[in-house]
Structure formats: structure tokens, C-alpha cells
Antibody
Framework: EVQLVQSGAEVKKPGESLKISCKGSGYSFTSHWIGWVRQMPGKGLEWMGIISPGDSDTRYSPSFQGQVTISADKSIDTAYLQWRSLKASDTAIYYCAKLLSSYNYFDSWGQGTLVTVSS | QSVLTQPPSVSGAPGQRVTISCTGS?????????VHWYRQVPGTAPKLLISTNNNRPLGVPDRFSGSKSGTSTSLTITGLQAEDEADYYC????????????FGTGTKVTVL
């Protein structure tokens, strides 16, 4: 069974750094791109970017380029989403999801990580 | 601001048919990129509902169907049930977004 298990909820202050994780199991982690999706409170889904864990090739949505860093460690089947300096507007639920790259859709999703940024 | 536009809400009585539109442009749906649909029950993660325009993953009832025409696509729910109350999102790719994917604005389905 394919599973994506994300790290737990975080509460941070503006300006702090953060790295959240997404561990895949039940499939060949390096064979499928992993994506990150943001959902701000009460709002819709936003495509942030995707990474190929096999070679760390990364594609960012223009809205998120330079704002976050997506990375992966194939030795432990884990993808990451990282911020250097959080803002209050980064408060959201972040989902990782496995991309079926032949048709570019997400066929499995993590449970989501709630990030709260507040002074 | 998403490049795929959906109506904010649709509603129907149990047993009725409802249709959710997803309108794009020549750089996404009109360029031939496949469209996929996800369902999200509030408080839970999204789940794939329809892939590649009109293919249902295992376990998705045939009450759900997709269609595509030009720069638009639609999700139709026939025989609406109370459990269908959720948020629905379309998703495609857009050639103007550095090869990035894009979600629709989302539609809340209410069962009256």
C-alpha cells in the first residue's frame, strides 16, 4: 500500500526557519516525482512544486520560486519543504503527494502538515 | 489567482445531477493537457476522483464522470448523495507557468 506520512504540526514565529518532511513507503520512491501543495485557511489548493527524488530535479511554480526550497533524501525515501524565514502569510496546511508523471496527476496524498506562523 | 476557473458553489437535492465546470485557456486545457479532478472533505487531504479527463480510480462510483471540450472541462455527479458534499478541484498543467501544474479555484458541492 502506498503511504506518504508527513511530519507533525508546527508553530513558529515570523523570521524563523522550518523544514517539514514527507516519507514515502509501499512503492519505489525514486521512480515517482513528489509534489507539495499549499492550502491556506479556508482557501483552495495551490501547486508549489515537484521534485524527482532520484536525481533531485526540481520544478517550482513561479509563485513559489525563491520562497521555499524543495529537496529529497532518497536514502531514506523522504522529501522536504523548507523555509529560511517564515512569514505570517505562510500559515497553511501543506500536503505532499505522489505524482503519476506520465499524466501529471497526484494519485496518493500525505495527511497534511499544519504550519502556524504567529508572533 | 488560478488560471482554471470553477464556480464557487453548486447545490442539488439528493438524486439530482450537478455539473461543475472548469474553464481554462489555450495554454492549459486548450493546449491538450489532461484534466484531473480531486475531492476534498473538509479537514481531510484531497483524494483523486477522476484522472485524464474521464477515468475513475478503483473505488470511485460511476456516478462521477468527466468531459472535456475545447478550453473547458466538466465534472458531473449523477444521483447526488449526501456523502458527495465536499470541495472539488480540477487540475491541469499550464505552459506559461514554467511547466508547473495548476489547480482550479475549487467548488463547494452542497446537498440540499
Amino acid at each position: 500500500e502506498v503511504q506518504l506520512v508527513q511530519s507533525g504540526a508546527e508553530v513558529k514565529k515570523p523570521g524563523e526557519s522550518l523544514k517539514i518532511s514527507c516519507k514515502g513507503s509501499g512503492y519505489s520512491f525514486t521512480s515517482h516525482w513528489i509534489g507539495w501543495v499549499r492550502q491556506m485557511p479556508g482557501k483552495g489548493l495551490e501547486w508549489m512544486g515537484i521534485i524527482s527524488p532520484g536525481d533531485s530535479d526540481t520544478r517550482y511554480s513561479p509563485s513559489f520560486q525563491g520562497q521555499v526550497t524543495i529537496s529529497a533524501d532518497k536514502s531514506i525515501d523522504t522529501a522536504y519543504l523548507q523555509w529560511r524565514s517564515l512569514k505570517a502569510s505562510d500559515t497553511a496546511i501543506y500536503y505532499c503527494a505522489k505524482l503519476l508523471s506520465s499524466y501529471n496527476y497526484f494519485d496518493s496524498w500525505g495527511q497534511g502538515t499544519l504550519v502556524t506562523v504567529s508572533s | 489567482q488560478s488560471v482554471l476557473t470553477q464556480p464557487p458553489s453548486v447545490s442539488g437535492a439528493p438524486g439530482q445531477r450537478v455539473t461543475i465546470s472548469c474553464t481554462g485557456s489555450s495554454s492549459n486545457i486548450g493546449a491538450g493537457y489532461h484534466v484531473h479532478w480531486y475531492r476534498q472533505v473538509p479537514g481531510t487531504a484531497p483524494k483523486l476522483l477522476i484522472s485524464t479527463n474521464n477515468n475513475r480510480p478503483l473505488g470511485v462510483p460511476d456516478r462521477f464522470s468527466g468531459s472535456k471540450s475545447g478550453t473547458s472541462t466538466s465534472l458531473t455527479i449523477t444521483g447526488l448523495q449526501a456523502e458527495d458534499e465536499a470541495d472539488y478541484y480540477c487540475q491541469s498543467f499550464d505552459s506559461t507557468l514554467s511547466g508547473s501544474g495548476v489547480f482550479g479555484t475549487g467548488t463547494k458541492v452542497t446537498v440540499l
